[in-house]
């Protein structure tokens, strides 16, 4: 019964890994699609490597090596790659925790850097519109205020005279009405309205990881007994 029940526990592994590993395997490739076809960088300039596309490359490339250590160590029965995998976890979900902690205390300080990060790329873009050069930075306004269907950090005025076409909220030429919604102010409401939800996402990908340590560890413990530690 009890092997029975370890067959279950690998083969559960293995196909839990995989399907990660091809879901790790899309998020990579989208990412890296993104940054071969968009133009699109970070509005913050402190952070300008920071962009939708790196940030998918990145989830797609920890999530691909860490289920696929996981799915070869349980098929494997390896020793050395269970241990890895459950060390990975581990890191992963310390380092999230982290990140929600860090957020949730200097959730003021976090707000106004990035408000006066946006402020200075809005005045990047202003100041390549007077010079009537484009730049990375008026052409990530253009598709964010666009995306989005808002204007400016708070609204419309923050463009002073100089407000670009995509805050119209037509396509007509000349402009009849703008997009009211400032983009900045849009998403905290957005992250307001939808915090539940994000604070389910992250207490489920907890869980998640809980168990495959759980599992990995059980595994673990078992092939030790048994004198399979090394077994190729």
């Known amino acids: 019964m009890a092997q029975t029940c370890l067959k279950c526990l690998k083969y559960t592994m293995c196909l839990v890994n995989f399907l990660f590993f091809m879901c790790g ?3 990579f490739g989208f990412g890296l699609y993104m940054m071969m076809n968009s133009k699109m960088s970070s509005l913050v ?30 098929l494997k029965e390896n020793r050395c790659l269970l241990i890895t995998f459950f060390s990975l976890l581990f890191l992963l ?34 100041k390549s519109d007077k010079s009537g050069n484009s730049t990375n930075s008026e ?26 076409a995509s805050c119209c909220s037509t396509p007509v030429t000349p402009c009849i009405t703008l997009r009211e919604e400032g983009c900045y102010t849009k998403l ?3 992250f307001e309205d939808n915090f539940l939800s994000v604070g389910i ?3 489920v990908l907890c869980v ?19 004198g399979l530690g090394y077994k190729l």
């Open 93 to 126: 979900m310390v380092v999230e925790l982290a990140a929600a902690c860090v957020m949730l205390v200097h959730e003021r300080e976090i707000d106004k850097f990035l408000q006066d990060d946006l402020q200075r790329s809005l005045q990047k873009s202003m």
């Open 208 to 226: 998640i990881e809980v168990l495959g340590m759980c599992f990995s560890m059980t595994l673990f413990c078992h092939i030790s007994r048994s």
């Open 188 to 190: 905290k409401v957005w």
């Open 45 to 74: 300039p402190s952070l300008a490597s920071l962009n939708l596309a790196n940030i998918l490359f990145i989830i797609g490339i920890i999530i691909t090596c860490v289920s696929f250590l996981g799915f070869l160590g349980a």
């Open 201 to 203: 996402g992250v207490i």
């Open 25 to 27: 395997t899309a998020v």
């Open 139 to 164: 052409d990530d306004w253009d598709f964010i205020q666009i995306t989005l269907n808002c204007c400016g950090i708070y609204n419309a005025s923050d463009w002073v005279d100089k407000i670009p």
